[in-house]
């Protein structure tokens, strides 16, 4: 089954989920957003990558969880030398607040109410 | 510390956390809120809920993240009645998709950006 948009399709659990929650600041709109892409885009890159969702309301707050096979996966996202730099330049440029946190996936499903898929 | 508005203020872990993402179709925004509201309401009320986060875009696409003391808290919030007819009457009626993850949480961290507070 293919996923709709937004949907990271994950192996079946065990795995690693690093949630981080935001809340953005209205500075740099454009900067952000090109950030954000390209982090997406090396993260698909890293060893042990497996997807992630993310949105964002109207009122700033938003979540991004990435899934990653193993901890060490993470750990070797967390030490990527591009993704480090943007990390620390966001911190302090495009957030308010944020708090991250990282768990371990122990079981999971899902569904398409119109088919009634569940998996 | 006081988060800001949006943002589950947690114990230290290890504790539990269940990701729920979800594809909003276009039926019953109102019917939508209010139930989401009440489930909010009562989750607040089960023994072992923690807090929750939440957001969704303008896309649909949104993710919430209850956090709990342990499994069998999240099992108790499962069984709640309430809670699961509305659960099992908003599947068909409200998404297009949902994914469900339940994970312990390891470790986590936050931080203000213009106080810098790191907890």
Same mark, same amino acid.
């Given at each position: 089954?293919?996923?709709?948009?937004?949907?990271?399709?994950?192996?079946?659990?065990?795995?690693?989920?690093?949630?981080?929650?935001?809340?953005?600041?209205?500075?740099?709109?454009?900067?952000?957003?090109?950030?954000?892409?390209?982090?997406?885009?090396?993260?698909?890159?890293?060893?042990?990558?497996?997807?992630?969702?993310?949105?964002?309301?109207?009122?700033?707050? @938003?979540? &991004?969880?990435? !899934?990653?096979?193993? +901890?060490?996966?993470? /750990?070797?996202?967390?030490?990527?030398?591009?993704?480090? %730099?943007?990390?620390?330049? @966001?911190? &302090?440029?495009? !957030?308010?607040?944020? +708090?991250?946190?990282? /768990?371990?996936?122990?079981?999971?499903?899902?569904?398409? %109410?119109?088919?009634?898929?569940?998996?």
């Amino acid at each position: 089954m293919t996923l709709p948009t937004g949907f990271a399709d994950l192996p079946a659990p065990p795995y690693y989920a690093v949630i981080f929650s935001s809340l953005r600041n209205r500075d740099d709109e454009a900067g952000y957003a090109a950030a954000s892409d390209r982090m997406l885009e090396l993260a698909a890159r890293q060893p042990g990558f497996l997807g992630a969702e993310s949105t964002r309301g109207a009122d700033g707050f @938003g979540i &991004t969880v990435s !899934y990653w096979a193993s +901890e060490s996966a993470i /750990a070797g996202w967390k030490h990527q030398a591009e993704h480090a %730099a943007t990390r620390a330049y @966001g911190r &302090t440029h495009w !957030y308010d607040h944020f +708090e991250l946190r990282v /768990a371990r996936v122990e079981r999971a499903y899902g569904k398409t %109410a119109r088919s009634g898929t569940t998996r």
